[in-house]
């Protein structure tokens, strides 16, 4: 079995990376939106000119990146949606909602001072996790349906 899993949501840590490393060996395709911030902000008039109004200079770039996260979405398997602990990512909350809508396997990744205010995209998930690494044993569990190394001495 192969997995095309999308890395959504927060850019400020290296948790993508993390869970990357981490599935080294496992039978999975990474995916995720541009994680470059400035070219993420300005691809829009990059690419299809300048705007006079900061508004609509971000409208534009939203739209161009909305083209590649449903893409992303839409081919993945798994969604892992990130929620740090320094910006609200917004974006992060639709990706998660969208991914729910069409019927995606969702794991949230956020630490337990967002539970509360996370509730009901955590309800939309299959899995919560905390740490990139939970991540990382749902993906091995998954695909090759091993515990990790103490869950699997204890359970015999």
């Not at 939203?62 to 893409?71: E, G, H």
């Not at 949606?81 to 990744?109: C, H, M, P, T």
């Amino acid at each position: 079995m192969t997995l095309t899993v999308f890395l959504s949501g927060e850019i400020h840590t290296d948790w993508r990376d993390r869970i990357i490393a981490g599935a080294e060996g496992l039978d999975v395709a990474f995916v995720s939106p541009v994680t470059d911030h400035a070219a993420s902000d300005d691809c829009g008039v990059a690419i299809l000119g300048a705007e006079p109004d900061k508004f609509w200079h971000d409208h534009k770039g939203a739209k161009l990146n909305a083209i590649r996260t449903r893409k992303g979405l839409g081919d993945a398997d798994v969604v892992v949606v990130r929620f740090g602990e320094k910006y609200r990512q917004w974006n992060a909350a639709f990706d998660a909602g969208y991914a729910a809508a069409l019927g995606k396997s969702l794991i949230v990744l956020h630490g337990p001072e967002h539970a509360h205010a996370l509730k009901e995209v955590d309800a939309a998930a299959l899995a919560v996790a905390e740490t990139p690494e939970q991540v990382v044993a749902v993906l091995r569990y998954v695909l090759t349906g091993g515990l990790p190394d103490s869950r699997a001495a204890a359970a015999q």
